[in-house]
């Protein structure tokens, strides 16, 4: 399951704001358990269509790609990118160390490769195939202000952290609110039972499958 981009009390908030024709009994915290099914299957659905992880849990995970040779690993392939941190690399169970720039032996990523998912691995002895893994943290996060203090992110990353989340976000609700006006136009929000259901592209507004669009993994 995708972590959670938009929450119930946001969907509530912009139903409230939106629909004056929903009695405001309706919308109470009651109301939170349809809603926060909404909430989950809305984010499974844009993180499913963007093939990527969109939000960063907070901590490193494990990815697993195979060596090619190219003296690159491209995160990007599996979806896991932007790359807010990371914390080890290593191929076929031995450590790779890090590098001091991106000419000397070992692994290396600067700010432009993290947002791609890129990671440069020099001089290490390996064979095609062998199993890479690396613990990094990937997505966007909320916490891109304490990363940057911290100097593990630019400024500029942070800015494309905080923008990428927002526009996300809105998309989110909109798509949320979308999803409730055109299921269950004018019904309880306690009552609805198919407001989980799964749905397509076809069945959203063009606004949200244009942020959609920029978000879609990256292909090569």
């Not at 080890?88 to 290396?108: F, K, Q």
């Not at 055109?182 to 799964?198: R, T």
């Not at 063009?206 to 942020?211: G, I, L, S, Y």
């Amino acid at each position: 399951m995708a972590e959670l981009l938009v929450t119930a009390a946001q969907i509530r908030a912009a139903l409230a704001r939106e629909r004056t024709d929903i009695d405001a009994g309706m919308l109470d915290t009651a109301s939170d358990g349809p809603l926060a099914d909404l909430a989950a299957v809305v984010s499974a659905f844009i993180e499913g269509a963007c093939d990527r992880v969109l939000v960063d849990i907070g901590t490193a995970q494990t990815w697993e790609l195979e060596w090619d040779g190219s003296g690159y690993l491209d995160l990007h392939e599996i979806g896991a990118y932007p790359l807010t941190a990371i914390t080890s690399v290593s191929i076929d169970g031995t450590a790779v160390d890090e590098a001091d720039d991106h000419l000397s032996s070992g692994w290396w990523s600067n700010a432009h490769e993290r947002a791609m998912g890129r990671i440069r691995v020099n001089g290490q002895s390996a064979n095609l195939g062998d199993v890479v893994e690396v613990v990094a943290r990937a997505g966007y996060t909320d916490d891109a202000a304490t990363l940057r203090t911290a100097g593990t992110i630019t400024y500029q990353e942070q800015r494309a952290h905080e923008t990428a989340l927002r526009e996300l976000q809105t998309m989110a609700v909109d798509l949320a609110v979308y999803r409730f006006n055109h299921v269950v136009p004018g019904a309880d929000v306690i009552e609805i039972g198919d407001l989980s259901m799964s749905f397509t592209e076809r069945d959203i507004p063009r606004r949200v499958k244009a942020v959609l669009d920029r978000y879609r993994r990256l292909t090569f």
